[in-house]
């Protein structure tokens, strides 16, 4: 059996080296990248069971590092820095981060976070390949190949994003809190702040405006949460 696969994206040497040394204790194949330029590179030639990715880079920062890799790939990443501010993390999540770390950290809660994630995305991948594909009016949802097709076109999303349209759209009409959403798409172990949802909601809301949809399929129901509608209500 393969071993799983960690991208380690770090400028720090000690941290590096820390990190692959506790990692390939634990049975995981370990590449490193001391830049984003590097991290890139490495993201599009291999298939990664997980990056653990600094922010603070030498070039191309961590942000950005996460964005293009996005744009590409589901990989789950895990965002690794000194930063602790709860804006920072809530950026971070919304453009495609899936867990924050901050520094200095015990290694088993870098594991922990570690198994949580990857456990994470098999289950997801299990159970999205027995869902069958979702159609509304010009929108077409396909869970097992994560692709979203408004008037038959191509829209990008995050992995993120993708959980959460998915997770409305499959239980269209049923209300969804945020703290019920906090659970289905980043699990029990979050310990961010709720609002990351209605950062989300705005991201997929610009998405699906931007791509003329013609009409806004998640409504939201103040004071609870927000619901999928696939006839939609005109946007503003």
């Not at 759209?169 to 029990?188: M, T």
């Amino acid at each position: 059996m393969s071993r799983l696969q960690v991208l380690v994206v770090d400028d720090e040497w000690n941290m590096r080296n820390l990190l692959r040394i506790f990692l390939s204790k634990e049975g995981f194949e370990v590449k490193e990248a001391t830049n984003g330029t590097e991290a890139l590179k490495l993201a599009g030639q291999h298939h990664f069971d997980l990056i653990i990715l600094d922010l603070m880079l030498p070039d191309v920062d961590g942000w950005q590092v996460c964005k293009k890799i996005r744009e590409q790939n589901q990989v789950p990443i895990l965002m690794l820095t000194a930063r602790s501010e709860t804006k920072d993390k809530v950026y971070g999540l919304g453009i495609g981060a899936d867990d924050y770390l901050t520094k200095p950290f015990e290694p088993d809660e870098l594991l922990a976070r570690t198994y949580s994630l990857i456990r994470r995305s098999v289950i997801t991948q299990s159970k999205i390949q027995k869902d069958p594909v979702l159609e509304f009016p010009n929108l077409r949802i396909l869970p097992q190949s994560r692709e979203v097709y408004i008037h038959d076109q191509s829209v990008e999303f995050t992995h993120k994003e993708f959980d959460l349209l998915l997770t409305l759209a499959k239980s269209e009409q049923r209300v969804f809190g945020r703290e019920e959403i906090v659970l289905l798409v980043w699990g029990a172990d979050y310990e961010g702040e709720p609002r990351v949802v209605d950062t989300h909601i705005k991201n997929i809301r610009d998405k699906l405006l931007k791509a003329a949809l013609g009409y806004n399929p998640i409504q939201t129901v103040w004071g609870v949460g927000y619901k999928f509608t696939g006839a939609g209500i005109p946007h503003d």
